[in-house]
């Protein structure tokens, strides 16, 4: 079990590097540098200027090296490998934001609080809402099959994996607007509340339950669905032939077994969510990292989008692998394959 | 057992064959009949199709060398009329006898229905496209990797790991932005090449699981056995066997493909202005929901419509064709 974790936790390296080499490529393939597209022309010896303070002027793979592991190209003193660099956790210069470095932009933040900390709370609020809504949900639903109950859960969980997330938020703001309109209480919908709990807890509630939507609704019908198929199992039956109530059942044999598919399924979800958390951003006007990775492509801030890239990559992968372990927990043949 | 003299003579018995026999397609087509979600959603999808395909007459325009003249939509998508803007839904005329706007105009007084239609085209378009890309590339690497089996395989399943690991929306917004925004054709061309190029994965993985399993039977072996090359049974024998899932796969993943190009419309990156695309008269509703509600309604209407239609047509397919999965995922 050790070696598996720490089998999965030393892929991270490689799929990183490929990340950030790929990802690094891209934006210098991306036409028109981050100098160019001002509304004013800029004389070439400014420019030159520019690039030079930027090393934008050196071979891609000499620039490569230098945002990975920082001024060592220049000093070329030993002590200095990593200080500047990707790999002392230094995300490099902002070409948008002069004089503010990238770690700056999303770490710190300023007036609100740090953009990705804002984006974590909500992601870690929707899989709260996902998981604490979805599971029950489902469970109730397979264990009461075909009553009114399951049909009624199952038809909203339909709806809410067909319609996609960010028309749900949209459909959420016209419903505050109409309260407004027609002076009835309603939930503050732009900006984000750091006042109090009552303040945050209002401001952070739609943009949480939207995007949580889709991923209640997907986890309560694969809960469901793997719930009756585990019900139906031999082993069950002789659990409950032994004369164990049923809830010693559901919750000492099945429910373990039922959430493999669940957990198998919650990698890509969260994927989603983070991808998915843009739009939500955006239409909620979230201070969120989401905002700030639009912007910085049409502004052609490289460090910015890399950085953008970058977090989210490490997120994707470290979720993946507690994904893994919690799955490789949760059903012993996969430890053991490995 | 005991065993006495039959009272009456045995006569032979005579059965009465005229049903045809039965194959695995007709049987999956009757049990999909059955199911009216499926049925419903797949007579939609059609008219959506059918719709958006006869918007205007292109096609005739193109061979007849004229613009096109707008067929099933009233109006054109960038018919602009300003005395007309910012209308809501109606059933009366329009001015000057023209048909009603059914779903109100936008700021520049374009009929918002027809732009729906018309709209209508990049999503189906996406959809298309995107699963053919998805296919061929799925397809060939699943095949590969699923029919070798092995330390091959493990190793393209390790390439696949890798990939999954990419945030693809970010990603695909990377592509697109590298690519350029270019008008018409080459827009959808771009999109679909990046959400392709983010998306097979899942295809390969099905591809190769079914290999996987396939691989071992008695008519894999028997054509082996008759000097059968390794083409030969992938592209004769695996892949038709496969075909089940497949189908269901690129059906649910339609509403996929179309969620990312509305997503990547919205933020400003999918077919630029003047065509219209859900994802951009989202955005532009959005910008005007207090004033014009309308203008964000219809839109975010009509993709869930496709979305769920497509979502209950691949649940249908899925049960029909493969019954013990039934009431379940």
Do not use: C
Not at chain 2, 212 to 225: D, G, N
């Amino acid at each position: 079990m050790a070696i598996y974790i720490i089998r999965r936790f030393l892929w991270m390296v490689p799929v990183l590097l490929m990340v950030t080499v790929i990802v690094f490529g891209a934006t210098k393939l991306v036409p028109g540098g981050p100098f160019s597209t001002e509304g004013r022309p800029m004389s070439p010896e400014i420019r030159a200027n520019f690039e030079a303070r930027y090393h934008l002027d050196e071979p891609t793979w000499k620039q490569y090296i230098r945002y990975m592991v920082g001024d060592i190209v220049d000093t070329g003193n030993i002590r200095d490998f990593g200080r500047n660099g990707l790999l002392g956790f230094d995300l490099g210069p902002s070409y948008k934001y002069r004089g503010r470095t990238i770690n700056n932009v999303l770490f710190d933040g300023g007036v609100v609080k740090a953009a990705v900390s804002v984006s974590a709370q909500l992601g870690t609020l929707a899989v709260l809402i996902a998981v604490g809504i979805g599971i029950p949900l489902g469970i109730i639903s397979a264990l009461k099959q075909n009553t009114f109950i399951d049909y009624v859960a199952m038809f909203f969980a339909m709806l809410g994996v067909s319609i996609p997330n960010f028309v749900v938020g949209l459909m959420f703001i016209l419903a505050m607007l109409w309260l407004n309109q027609h002076d009835l209480p309603a939930l503050p919908l732009a900006r984000w509340g750091t006042k109090n709990f009552g303040d945050w807890l209002s401001h952070m509630i739609l943009p949480a339950i939207t995007l949580g939507t889709g991923g209640t609704a997907l986890i309560a019908r694969l809960t469901r669905a793997s719930m009756l198929e585990v019900i139906r199992q031999d082993y069950i039956r002789t659990a409950r032939a032994k004369g164990l109530r049923d809830r010693a059942v559901i919750v000492g044999h099945a429910l373990k077994n039922s959430l493999i598919p669940v957990t198998t399924v919650l990698g890509p979800l969260m994927a989603a969510w983070l991808t998915g958390s843009f739009i939500i951003e955006t239409i909620f006007s979230v201070p969120g990292i989401g905002r700030f990775f639009v912007s910085s492509i049409s502004d052609r801030d490289y460090t910015l989008i890399m950085g953008t890239i970058l977090v989210y990559a490490v997120l994707l992968v470290f979720m993946n692998i507690l994904v893994d372990i919690s799955y490789a927990f949760l059903d012993p043949r996969i430890r053991l394959e490995d | 057992m005991v065993s006495r003299e039959r009272a009456t003579p045995l006569r032979p018995v005579e059965f009465d064959i005229t049903r045809p026999p039965e194959s695995l397609w007709r049987d999956a087509w009757r049990r999909l009949l059955r199911n009216r979600a499926a049925v419903v959603s797949g007579i939609f999808a059609i008219i959506v199709v059918v719709a958006v395909i006869f918007a205007d007459d292109g096609l005739i325009a193109w061979a007849f060398n004229r613009p096109a003249r707008p067929l099933l939509a009233p109006y054109g998508f960038k018919e602009v009329d300003f005395d007309n803007t910012r209308a809501s839904p109606s059933l009366q005329r329009a001015a000057e006898g023209g048909f009603p706007h059914l779903m109100g105009t936008d700021k520049f007084g374009r009929d918002v229905f027809s732009r729906i239609i018309y709209g209508g085209r990049i999503s189906i378009a996406i959809g298309v496209f995107g699963s053919l890309v998805i296919m061929i590339f799925g397809l060939a690497y699943g095949s590969i990797s699923g029919y070798l089996g092995g330390r091959a395989d493990a190793l393209m399943m390790r390439f696949v790991d890798i990939m999954y690991a990419f945030p693809t929306l970010l990603f695909i917004i990377l592509l697109m932005v590298i690519l350029g925004s270019t008008a018409g054709f080459a827009a959808i061309r771009n999109m679909v090449l990046g959400i392709g190029l983010v998306s097979w994965m899942g295809m390969a993985r099905l591809v190769r699981g079914q290999f996987l399993s396939l691989r071992e039977k008695e008519f894999v072996e028997a054509a082996r056995m008759i000097g059968a090359r390794d083409v030969t049974i992938i592209t004769r024998h695996l892949l038709p066997n496969s075909l089940g899932p497949i189908i269901v796969a690129v059906t649910l993943g339609i509403p996929n493909l179309i969620m990312f190009e509305a997503t990547l419309s919205f933020i400003g990156l999918g077919v630029p202005p003047p065509f219209p695309s859900w994802g951009q008269m989202l955005n532009e509703g959005w910008r005007a929901i207090r004033a014009d509600p309308h203008l964000i309604f219809f839109p975010a209407l009509m993709l869930s419509l496709v979305m769920m239609a497509f979502n209950f047509l691949g649940d249908g397919l899925r049960d029909a064709l493969d019954p013990q999965m039934r009431g379940t995922m």
